[in-house]
């Protein structure tokens, strides 16, 4: 089953996690910036997928952060798929 959140909640979550993952403050994290700039590994970018698809129960590519390489673009993303799963 599919978990339903607005898309600004899982911006929100995103922004959690790539702080968490990058040791940086949330606050300063910028969605629209790309995560690179963060400096999200690619081990990183697989371990939020693989996140992100235990959150919301819909399968998510491990390479799903170089198609939307910011927050902006993965959260929007992330939540259309939501809305169609």
């Known amino acids: 089953?599919?978990?339903?959140?607005?898309?600004?909640?899982?911006?929100?979550?995103?922004?959690?996690?790539?702080?968490?993952?990058?040791?940086?403050?949330p606050d300063l994290i910028d969605p629209e910036v790309a995560l690179q700039s963060y400096g999200v590994t690619s081990l990183m970018a697989v371990e939020i997928a693989a996140d992100a698809e235990d959150l919301l129960k819909i399968p998510i590519e491990?390479?799903?952060t170089w198609d939307y390489p910011s927050i902006a673009k993965l959260a929007s993303y992330l939540w259309s798929e939501t809305q169609s799963a």
């Open 1 to 25: 089953m599919t978990t339903l959140l607005s898309q600004a909640a899982i911006e929100n979550w995103l922004i959690g996690r790539v702080a968490e993952l990058t040791e940086t403050k």
């Open 62 to 64: 491990s390479t799903v």
